[in-house]
């Protein structure tokens, strides 16, 4: 069973919007923080949004440069993270990964989804 599985990439002009889903399977224990990074070829994984769990207040992380622009959400009865993206710009074009943290530490990814936003 896919652990992670996510929705809603695609391609998008610059100044528009996206919405990202991301939904982990009842395979994974306990699912405690969420978030999503991305990545470009050849360039390191980032951190583009983060939240705890519900019993830690659900507190929410954000690069520099998407926040205001970006926002991260989840609801927890149906552990699914989502990732509102607007004002979206050509340098956010990226494929997008989500994560889910266990109970037990451990980190699980989804298969990524494409970002592209066109000038």
């Known amino acids: 069973q896919v652990p992670l599985v996510e929705s809603g990439g695609g391609l998008v002009q610059a100044g528009g919007s996206l919405r990202l889903s991301c939904t982990a399977s009842?395979?994974?224990?306990?699912?405690?923080?969420m978030g999503w990074y991305r990545q470009v070829p050849g360039k390191q994984r980032e951190l583009v949004a983060a939240?705890?769990?519900?019993?830690?207040?659900?507190?929410?992380n954000y690069v520099d440069s998407v926040k205001g622009r970006f926002t991260i959400s989840r609801d927890n009865a149906k552990d699914t993270v989502y990732l509102q993206m607007n004002s979206l710009k050509p340098e956010d074009t990226a494929v997008y990964y989500c994560?889910?943290?266990?109970?037990?530490?451990?980190?699980?990814w989804g298969q990524g989804t494409q970002v592209t936003v066109s000038s």
């Open positions: 994560y889910a943290n266990s109970a037990r530490g451990s980190r699980y």
């Open positions: 939240i705890t769990s519900a019993t830690s207040g659900g507190i929410t």
């Open positions: 009842r395979s994974i224990d306990s699912v405690r923080a």
